[in-house]
T-cell receptor, first 114, second 112 residues
Framework: AQSVTQLGSHVSVSEGALVLLRCNYS??????LFWYVQYPNQGLQLLLK??????LVKGINGFEAEFKKSETSFHLTKPSAHMSDAAEYFC????????????FGKGTHLIIQP | DAGVIQSPRHEVTEMGQEVTLRCKPI?????LFWYRQTMMRGLELLIY????????DSGMPEDRFSAKMPNASFSTLKIQPSEPRDSAVYFC??????????FGPGTRLTVT
């Protein structure tokens, strides 16, 4: 079984500041990990994914995340926040092989202060 | 590519009525997923299909919910009878072999 914990239901940062959204997972098998973004009244869009190989993965819109097995974490970062980054962000896990559906965290609402 | 298509985008119905949600996956994708999103429970997997065959329906909340995939280009999620607690946004997603799921825009269901 898998589970995902996202620390902080709301995160507020100033425009131009570092964005850090936290995600910890639990999985009985090597996981595949994902970050999705959801803008109001829209579906989910994939930001980035980790399957195997390099533990630092880069995604769209300047986001990246690092898989740390020892910490069971997959935190999402962006060096400089932009107003357009304001959205809901979801971390998700699937069993290794990615054959099954996704288990999502509760989401983190990112607020960008001008 | 049109992406995953869901219809209707909004549905308002009265308790006890039958509701059918529709999904057209991306052409060539062989897996299809139905999710439900609520404030209380977040995003939950309801059921998924591989090559039109239901693989895991353990997330379907009750027998009132049923899903079908008669062919590779169409799936339905039916609720009969509907109840107010079924009010949610229902997402369909499809996937090829890359492990990346592509989500549709969702159907916002309101049961009064």
């Amino acid at each position: 079984a898998q589970s995902v914990t996202q620390l902080g239901s709301h995160v507020s940062v100033s425009e131009g500041a570092l964005v850090l959204l936290r995600c910890n997972y639990s999985s009985s098998v090597p996981p595949y990990l994902f970050w999705y973004v959801q803008y109001p009244n829209q579906g989910l869009q994939l930001l980035l994914k980790y399957t195997t190989g390099a533990t630092l993965v880069k995604g769209i819109n300047g986001f990246e995340a690092e898989f740390k097995k020892s910490e069971t974490s997959f935190h999402l970062t962006k060096p400089s926040a932009h107003m357009s980054d304001a959205a809901e962000y979801f971390c998700a896990v699937s069993p290794g092989g990615g054959a099954d559906g996704l288990t999502f965290g509760k989401g983190t609402h990112l607020i960008i202060q001008p | 590519d049109a992406g995953v298509i869901q219809s209707p985008r909004h549905e308002v119905t009265e308790m006890g009525q039958e509701v059918t949600l529709r999904c057209k996956p991306i052409s060539g994708h062989n897996s299809l997923f139905w999710y439900r999103q609520t404030m209380m429970r977040g995003l939950e997997l309801l059921i998924y299909f591989n090559n039109n065959v239901p693989i895991d329906d353990s997330g379907m909340p009750e027998d009132r919910f049923s899903a079908k995939m008669p062919n590779a280009s169409f799936s339905t999620l039916k609720i009969q009878p509907s109840e107010p607690r079924d009010s949610a946004v229902y997402f369909c997603a499809s996937r090829a072999d890359s492990y990346e799921q592509y989500f549709g825009p969702g159907t916002r269901l309101t049961v009064t």
